[in-house]
């Protein structure tokens, strides 16, 4: 099983470009989650999707947007990048509230 | 993450006990948990606990919880190179999507 896709792996960035990160998971997961993870400090939620069709905002949500495309999908925008958003970015899904979290590999994101 | 608390580094000799502490601030907090990061991976779970727990075994780890003091450990008998990681400690704070809440992480190093 794949599990939690992220792609792309790696990806460098100017400052005021867009990007989409994309994740995937084969799971029939109900709920996902967007985290970015900067040095020193644990992973801080960005969005998650409840269920497919709903999207709330974590601790850091702004600059970010997302979209749960269906029940597999959940990506996450950047509209005008900023050197601040250097992170690592990790996709997680669970099939419900009582289940632990399933990890992607991660997003590795530079902006300069 | 600043609500869940970790020692940041942690140094072995192979072949003794780690142990990696953690204390979180939320009582009502259901389920804890320890992931483990491998240089340029994602998270993997280890082990997890519900809070009606004390202690929860699996193989090598062993999951202490007290709940009075809000103070989880993982201790890993017979610590191997292998073992060399990131360790997370997350507590869920439940509300129906089990938002989690990350330490900043104990980077286990272990020497020959």
């Known amino acids: 099983n794949a599990g939690v896709t992220q792609t792309p792996k790696f990806q460098v960035l100017k400052t005021g470009q867009s990007m989409t990160l994309q994740c995937a998971q084969d799971?029939?997961?109900?709920?996902m989650y967007w985290y970015r993870q900067d040095p020193g400090m644990g992973l801080r939620l960005i969005y998650y999707s409840a269920s497919e069709g709903t999207t709330d905002k974590g601790e850091v949500p702004n600059g970010y947007n997302v979209s749960r495309l269906n029940k597999r999908e959940f990506s996450l925008r950047l509209e005008s990048a900023a050197p601040s958003q250097t992170s690592v970015y990790f996709c997680?899904?669970?099939?419900?509230?009582?289940?632990?979290?399933?990890f992607g590999d991660g997003t590795r994101l530079s902006i300069l | 993450g600043e609500d869940v608390e970790q020692s940041l580094f942690l140094s072995v000799r192979e072949g003794d006990s780690s142990v990696i502490n953690c204390t979180y601030t939320?009582?009502?907090?259901?389920?804890l948990y320890w992931y483990k990061q491998e240089p340029g991976a994602g998270l993997q779970l280890l082990t997890y606990i519900f809070s009606n727990m004390d202690m929860k075994q699996d193989q090598r780890l062993t999951v202490l919880l007290n709940k009075k003091d809000k103070h989880l450990s993982l201790r890993i008998a017979d610590t191997q190179t292998g073992d060399s990681a990131i360790y997370f400690c997350?507590?869920?704070?439940?509300?129906?999507?089990?938002?989690?809440?990350f330490g900043a992480g104990t980077r286990l190093a272990v020497h020959p």
């Open positions: 997350a507590e869920s704070r439940g509300g129906g999507y089990n938002k989690l809440i």
């Open positions: 799971m029939n997961h109900n709920s």
């Open positions: 997680a899904s669970i099939q419900n509230s009582n289940q632990p979290q399933h």
């Open positions: 939320d009582s009502s907090s259901t389920y």
